[in-house]
């Protein structure tokens, strides 16, 4: 089958690892165009995917932030509802993860 989005390559069936926001979802079957390389997940798989993302508790819409600078160092502000969905309710220590080949700054709550 032709590629619908490049329409120079085949899209061949096979497994794929999915992730979301860095963490490793699991294996799903995708058609995967040899051209371009983008993945066509069928309604089942993707019904699939998304319930393997919710078990991991990854479900839910980035939330913008901004970073302020304070004195020398910067401080990011969280909002209220996001705080509290990871259990935060006073101020507290957490753990920063930088992934800076991604641009992504992952902060884990202990
Ligand atoms: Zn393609």
Excluded: H
């Amino acid at each position: 089958m032709k590629c619908p989005l490049c329409d120079g390559g085949n899209l061949k069936r096979r497994k794929v690892e999915v992730e979301k926001y860095g963490t490793p979802v699991g294996l799903f079957a995708a058609e995967v165009c040899s051209g371009c390389g983008e993945q066509i997940f069928s309604s089942k798989e993707a019904a699939k995917i998304e319930a393997a993302i919710k078990k991991l508790g990854l479900w839910g819409v980035p939330v913008p932030s901004r970073v302020y600078k304070v004195g020398g160092n910067f401080v990011i502000s969280l909002k209220k509802k996001v705080a509290e969905s990871l259990g935060i309710t006073s101020p507290r220590e957490v753990i920063l993860v930088p992934q800076v080949n991604r641009n992504r700054l992952v902060v884990e709550v202990p």
